[in-house]
């Protein structure tokens, strides 16, 4: 797993997640909506009604992170041993083990998202918040371990890497204060796009080198170059985010400019124990009918007239 496949596909999902994120963030923000719902179109109630509002973000998360675990376990041939049978017992692919805590930590992920936005009585948004940064946390630690040994263009490129992580883990955390901030969000999913594409990128360096010839790691060229592809595809997700946004403005104004009109419609969520940054609905309803209560009606009015 720890091969070109191990950095190509958990790669793809990553920059497919940032695309996805990306869309909803600017379709959320050319209608004036909460960063945390994506607007979604009307759909007629009926026995369909409720899948769309299953959290699919989540339930993607679940079935990438749960098939990447399999993956692991039986890519090798004699299966995930943790220790070998010598005296003493020397612990057996430690790379292979962090790839599989990653991975179960993705699936984890996806559930926690899943249970807050489908199965409990209201969603807990800080919930998904601080699973998803705890898990960075992590994800930031076996980083770290996972270029023990290496040297040279590999630990150039995980260097890098590791630098991505540690700046999403950052805006990650910062966003447990502040999840409705549209600058926030738009840098997290630029770094989702950078973690996915750099991910992918070294897959290429290290073991699928495109001119068929290994990277030679004594090589200062070789290696600086390898901060110039990064740089490069600094540049190049900026212009793909740039590009989603124009297309999605286009989308918006020319297709469906009454999109504005229907807005978002989850259920309601609370943050924090301090109290909800939004009522939900029946409170709304119940301010509303009190406010009309403290006015006169027309009748009154008249009569004392």
């Given at each position: ?22 869309t ?5 923000m ?27 973000g ?15 376990v ?26 599989l ?19 409990l ?28 040994g ?28 502040a ?15 950078m ?12 073991y699928r ?17 390898v901060t110039?592809?990064?740089c ?8 793909c ?54 006015l ?10």
């Open positions: 797993m720890g091969k070109f496949n191990g950095h190509l596909y958990p790669g793809l999902y990553l920059f497919s997640y940032g695309l996805y994120q990306a909803v963030l600017f379709k959320a050319l209608v004036s909506d909460s960063l945390l719902y994506a607007p979604c179109s009307p759909r007629n109630k009926g026995r369909w009604a409720r899948l769309w509002t299953i959290a699919y989540g339930l993607m998360k679940m079935v990438t992170g749960s098939t990447l675990t399999i993956y692991v039986f890519c090798l041939d004699d299966g995930m041993v943790l220790m070998n049978k010598k005296v003493p017992p020397r612990f057996m692919y430690p790379k292979e083990w962090q790839h805590t990653m991975f179960i930590l993705l699936a984890l992920n996806g559930c926690v998202d899943v249970t807050s936005k489908n199965l009585p209201r969603r807990c948004v800080l919930l998904e918040k601080g699973t998803l940064v705890l898990i960075f946390y992590v994800l930031l630690m076996l980083f770290v371990s996972h270029v023990q290496s040297a040279g263009i590999e630990l150039q490129t995980h260097s890098l890497l590791i630098l991505v992580v540690f700046l999403l883990m950052l805006v990650l955390t910062i966003e447990l204060w999840p409705d901030t549209f600058h926030l969000s738009l840098i997290e999913n630029f770094l989702f796009l973690m996915g594409s750099w991910l992918m990128q070294a897959g290429f360096i290290l080198p495109v001119t068929g010839y290994p990277w030679q790691d004594d090589d200062i060229s070789d290696i600086m170059f110039t592809f990064f490069w595809h600094v540049m190049i997700n900026a212009l985010l740039l590009g989603l946004y124009g297309i999605s403005s286009i989308w918006h104004h020319c297709y469906n400019p009454s999109l504005k009109l229907t807005g978002s419609e989850e259920a309601p969520y609370h943050m924090d124990a301090v109290g909800p940054i939004y009522k939900s609905l029946p409170e709304v309803e119940e301010s509303e009918k009190g406010d009309q209560a403290l006169p009606s027309e009748s009154s009015l008249s009569g004392r007239a």
